[in-house]
């Protein structure tokens, strides 16, 4: 993994705290893209328009998602107005979701962390893309089980073409073995348990999300990454139930996507694929 940049002390602080508000307010908008854009596709679909989804975003202002009132900018500060308002609504004081904090605090912090390990540089400003675009992916699969192709895709060709530009640390051939494993494996994986179960055990878009994590961190990622998020989603599974107290079922819908994000965040952060077997 590249080093970060050196530089002077007082301008590497000021880039960590340009880049955390950057990232703050980027994630302020990413909870707009997560709470509409699901919508959007959905209504696409159905209505079979050819209306681009991403209208949505433009169109209407932000709305408090409970009672629908217009989000005056006071109330629109990211992380300062979700603690200055309690978690709640000021209008009708229903609780708003700690998403929209933690969307907010973690993308401000991944683009810290990127500077911090990249300082300025293209890499720096890929890996703010990649958190980016896994953020939206993350809680659009968790509240909708569903992984969006604009978002998947974004992710596969950004890893592709930042190797292609020698931007990322992996080789363009590398990135295309790893993008191609890591949609082949799970989608073969899947294939045999459809022919034994006669129900699917993978969606379409984890094939999808694997391969464009795949093509960030090569072959050797990708059975650490599926082995990792199993174990994770199990123990998640396990907990949940355990909780509400229910009889433990391997039948439970979940989504695996999150699962999948989170470990190959983990993998991409710790630099080596196997390093929790070690």
């Known amino acids: 993994m590249?080093?970060?940049?050196?530089?002077?002390?007082?301008?590497?602080?000021?880039?960590?705290?340009?880049?955390?508000?950057?990232?703050?307010?980027?994630?302020?908008?990413?909870?707009?893209?997560?709470?509409?854009?699901?919508?959007?596709?959905f209504?696409?679909?159905?209505?079979?328009?050819?209306?681009?989804?991403?209208?949505?975003?433009?169109?209407?202002?932000?709305?408090?998602?409970?009672?629908?009132?217009?989000?005056?900018?006071?109330?629109?500060?990211?992380?300062?107005?979700?603690?200055?308002?309690?978690?709640?609504?000021?209008?009708?004081?229903?609780?708003?979701?700690?998403?929209?904090?933690?969307v907010e605090l973690l993308t401000g912090l991944s683009f810290a962390w990127s500077y911090l390990h990249f300082?300025?540089?293209?890499?720096?400003?890929f890996y703010c893309l990649l958190f980016t675009f896994l953020m939206v992916l993350f809680w659009i699969d968790l509240e909708t089980y569903y992984l969006p192709d604009y978002f998947t895709y974004s992710v596969l060709w950004l890893g592709l073409i930042g190797?292609?530009?020698?931007?990322?640390?992996?080789?363009?051939?590398?990135?295309?073995?790893?993008s191609s494993l890591?949609?082949?494996l799970p989608w073969s994986v899947n294939f045999i348990y459809r022919l034994w179960r006669k129900r699917d055990g993978f969606g379409g878009g984890d094939f999808k999300l694997l391969a464009a994590l795949g093509a960030w961190l090569g072959t050797?990622?990708?059975?650490?990454?599926?082995?990792?998020?199993?174990?994770?989603?199990?123990?998640?599974?396990?907990?949940?139930?355990?909780?509400?107290?229910?009889?433990?079922?391997l039948e439970r819908m979940l989504p695996f996507g999150p699962f999948l994000i989170l470990a190959g965040v983990l993998i991409l952060i710790c630099g080596n694929p196997m390093w929790f077997i070690q």
């Open 2 to 41: 590249q080093e970060a940049n050196l530089l002077p002390s007082e301008f590497h602080q000021f880039g960590f705290w340009l880049l955390l508000g950057i990232g703050l307010a980027v994630g302020s908008f990413l909870n707009v893209v997560i709470h509409r854009m699901p919508k959007a596709l």
């Open 43 to 102: 209504a696409s679909d159905d209505e079979n328009t050819s209306t681009s989804p991403f209208a949505c975003l433009l169109s209407p202002g932000s709305t408090t998602p409970c009672c629908q009132k217009a989000i005056a900018w006071k109330d629109n500060v990211p992380v300062f107005s979700w603690l200055w308002l309690q978690g709640r609504c000021r209008y009708c004081s229903q609780a708003i979701s700690p998403r929209y904090i933690l």
């Open 119 to 125: 300082g300025q540089s293209m890499l720096m400003v």
């Open 163 to 178: 190797s292609a530009l020698g931007y990322l640390p992996l080789s363009p051939r590398d990135a295309i073995l790893g």
């Open 182 to 184: 890591g949609y082949f």
């Open 220 to 249: 050797t990622a990708i059975v650490p990454i599926l082995a990792l998020a199993s174990v994770v989603a199990l123990l998640g599974i396990g907990l949940f139930m355990l909780l509400r107290k229910e009889k433990l079922s």
